[in-house]
């Protein structure tokens, strides 16, 4: 176990609805990251926050995705709308200030019917 | 060209055997360097971190780093069956400690 916990570990949902994720990172880590990874591929940087602020979103990161990091703790990310190529397994991690060691949860895994 | 390339799998060896694992990468700013194991429905998990050219050794396991031909390896000595999983090099410039990864290699190591 890493110390960084997701919630939930699995979600199957339908065509069109909206899902949020929650990640909660350790606790003294300022950096937080989202990624995706689809089958047979390697994670793919979705965001990423320093604190509260968002300092960087990839062109993969659709206007029906949205991240948040509120009080520069825990952060959330919600896919509205949701299609079925948003399937994938969808991951946080943090990292503290010294180190470039990042550290993953063991991720959500979407299925969208 | 993809930044980050990894040798294609999957790769089966038996119990006992040395395993290595490569990546070649194309951009010179990248200066950390890492692997990460994967096992199946689980995040990944840090394995090797590695900052310059050389080679890096923690138990079974060295990471090896040659900048001058973007080239990084993981050796595994004496593999074990609870090796089996899948290996995934990352990169990063260090500007802002985003990881660049590739494909992965699913080992598999036979009892």
């Known amino acids: 176990d890493t110390g960084v916990s997701q919630d939930p570990r699995h979600k199957i949902t339908k065509r069109g609805q909206n899902v949020t994720f929650r990640c909660d990172p350790i606790?003294?880590?300022?950096?937080l990251y989202w990624y995706r990874q689809t089958l047979g591929q390697g994670p793919e940087f979705l965001t990423y926050f320093q604190n509260e602020a968002q300092l960087e979103k990839s062109r993969l990161l659709s206007d029906r995705f949205s991240a948040e990091r509120p009080k520069g703790s825990f952060s959330t990310l919600e896919i509205q709308r949701t299609e079925q190529g948003d399937s994938a397994m969808y991951l946080c991690a943090s990292k503290g200030t010294v180190q470039e060691k990042l550290f993953f949860g063991s991720g959500t895994q979407l299925s969208v019917l | 060209q993809k930044e980050v390339e990894q040798d294609p799998g999957p790769l089966s060896v038996p119990e006992g055997a040395i395993v290595s694992l490569n990546c070649t990468y194309s951009?010179?700013?990248?200066?950390?360097f890492m692997w990460y194991r994967q096992y199946s429905r689980k995040g990944p998990e840090l394995l090797m971190y590695t900052y310059s050219s050389g080679n890096k050794e923690d138990g079974r396991f060295t990471a090896q780093v040659d900048k001058s031909s973007k080239y990084i390896s993981l050796f595994i000595r004496d593999s074990q069956p609870s090796d089996s999983a899948t290996y995934l090099c990352a990169v990063n410039t260090g500007a802002n400690s985003k990881l660049t990864f590739g494909k992965g290699i699913t080992l598999s190591v036979r009892p």
């Open positions: 951009n010179s700013a990248f200066q950390y």
């Open positions: 606790s003294e880590h300022n950096r």
